[in-house]
């Protein structure tokens, strides 16, 4: 009973290639996140959804964009690789306004060289 | 800007040692504050503190949360080599629905 599943979860590409990331949830919540940690363990906020709409956009380059067909899923496209966005991906989610708890999924190691 | 701050970054212990980890913050329009412990993959959920001087507790673990001096404390008792990992301390903002987090403290926990 996976709540929040990402796939893949290793992504090894090399620089210029374009990627996606997708993710899931079972758990009924709607908003959704993707956070980016950096090799210091560092857990930064890029995305949120809300029922569908973006409620929140960090300063993340343009050449990322969160696509989200329903509640339950968020993806995140990555145009144009580059070494920099070497990391790990986590997608999120919780029920907005209820509580804060986000509840993350497995994470996707991304490799560019 | 909103800033969260934990310290020590990283503690090696005993089993069977306690240990505090520290948590302060500045934020505008303070929610909450969320403690998570992350080993190898996902970050997990332990507490949630949104009022001061309320302490949550789950078995070995407890926090504390101090609004007026902008800190919160994650005490483990008896510790176990299970509980080593990374502690994340998360703030979040009323309407913001984000959560702003710390850079963590890695606890490594000796046989």
């Known amino acids: 009973d996976t709540a929040v599943s990402q796939t893949p979860k290793y992504l090894v590409t090399q620089m210029g290639n374009d990627k996606s990331i997708k993710c899931e949830q079972n758990?009924?919540?709607?908003?959704m996140y993707w956070y980016k940690q950096d090799s210091k363990k560092f857990l930064k906020i890029m995305f949120s959804y809300n029922n569908k709409e973006l409620i929140i956009n960090e300063t993340v380059p343009n050449r990322f964009s969160p696509k989200s067909p329903d509640k339950a899923h968020l993806n995140l496209h990555i145009n144009s690789l580059e070494l920099g966005d070497s990391a790990v991906y986590f997608c999120?989610?919780?029920?907005?306004?209820?509580?804060?708890?986000?509840?993350f999924g497995p994470g996707t190691r991304l490799t560019v060289t | 800007e909103d800033k969260v701050v934990q310290s020590p970054l990283s503690l090696v212990v005993h089993e069977g040692d306690t240990v505090t980890l520290n948590c302060s913050y500045e934020?505008?329009?303070?929610?909450?504050l969320l403690w998570y412990k992350q080993e190898k993959k996902a970050p997990t959920f332990l507490f949630m503190l949104t009022s001061s001087g309320i302490e949550k507790k789950s078995g070995r673990l407890s926090s504390i949360l101090d609004k007026k001096e902008l800190f919160s404390i994650l005490n483990i008792t008896a510790t176990q080599t299970g509980d080593s990992a990374v502690y994340l301390c998360?703030?979040?903002?009323?309407?913001?629905?984000?959560?702003?987090f710390g850079t963590g403290t890695r606890l490594t926990v000796i046989p």
């Open positions: 999120a989610s919780s029920q907005y306004g209820r509580d804060s708890v986000q509840y």
């Open positions: 934020v505008t329009n303070f929610r909450s």
């Open positions: 998360a703030v979040e903002s009323t309407g913001a629905n984000n959560l702003f």
């Open positions: 758990l009924g919540h709607d908003t």
